[in-house]
């Protein structure tokens, strides 16, 4: 089955400066990439996703890269803020019969120190 | 607020016991996903129903169960609980299963075995 790997666990900023989670991917036929973003005492909440025939997408202080051929993707924030501490999880998820679910990677924890 | 909704917020229990979380989908949602959260395992897919019926299973153990009914509210059934069940248990739903479709987490369930 897939598995997504998520790197690093744990990331300090300095507020205003920039944050890179990297996350790699197993499975080839995977073609669905979101990211979540959760605050402590929350379910996960969807902030950018990313489909496998698109290289990039940007809303706002958030990208999210993605190399099909070398199965990885990173989630991009500029002029981070203290509202952007939170744990940060990348997913992937396959296409085919009865594995239209979500494989998770094991989140970023991201501190914005102010 | 996702729209999803989960009962009870908390629930609290002893070794042994059976317990039902409750999870209705946003309006007009089909696929209920369930998933274990853990302090050193991030989230695990555990089971997805479609309109009714079972499309997919994840790492989920014989003691737990899960249904969807004809109103499509979702209840996960734990049953012999054990030390290590203490999660958090968020449910998800989508449109359909489609890829692109996003998945909204409700609040979750946090299991406390004692």
């Known amino acids: 089955g897939e598995n997504v790997e998520q790197h690093p666990s744990t990331l300090s900023v300095q507020e205003g400066d920039s944050a890179v989670i990297k996350c790699t991917y197993s499975?080839?036929?995977?073609?669905?990439f979101p990211w979540y973003k959760q605050e402590l005492g929350k379910g996960p909440q969807l902030i950018i996703d990313?489909?496998?025939?698109?290289g990039e997408k940007k809303d706002q202080r958030i990208a999210v890269t993605l190399n099909k051929t070398a199965k990885h993707f990173s989630l991009h924030i500029t002029e981070t803020q203290p509202e952007d501490s939170a744990v940060y999880f990348c997913?992937?998820?396959?296409?085919?019969?009865?594995?239209?679910?979500?494989?998770f990677g094991t989140g970023t924890r991201l501190t914005i120190i102010p | 607020d996702s729209g999803v909704t989960q009962t009870p917020k908390h629930l609290i229990t002893a070794t042994g016991q059976r317990v039902t979380l409750r999870c209705s989908p946003r309006?007009?949602?089909?696929?209920v996903y369930w998933y274990q959260q853990s302090l050193d395992q991030g989230l695990q897919f555990l089971i997805h129903?479609?309109?009714?019926?079972?499309?997919a299973k994840g790492n989920i153990l014989e003691r737990f169960s899960a249904q969807q009914f004809p109103d499509l509210h979702s209840e996960l059934n734990l049953s012999s609980l054990e030390l290590g069940d203490s999660a958090l248990y968020f449910c998800?739903?989508?449109?359909?299963?489609?890829?692109?479709?996003?998945?909204?987490f409700g609040p979750g369930t946090r299991l406390t075995v004692l």
């Open positions: 998800a739903s989508s449109v359909t299963f489609r890829a692109y479709n996003e998945q909204f």
């Open positions: 499975d080839s036929a995977s073609n669905y």
């Open positions: 990313i489909r496998s025939n698109v």
């Open positions: 997913a992937a998820k396959g296409i085919t019969f009865g594995n239209e679910k979500l494989t």
């Open positions: 309006s007009g949602d089909l696929s």
């Open positions: 129903y479609y309109n009714g019926e079972e499309r």
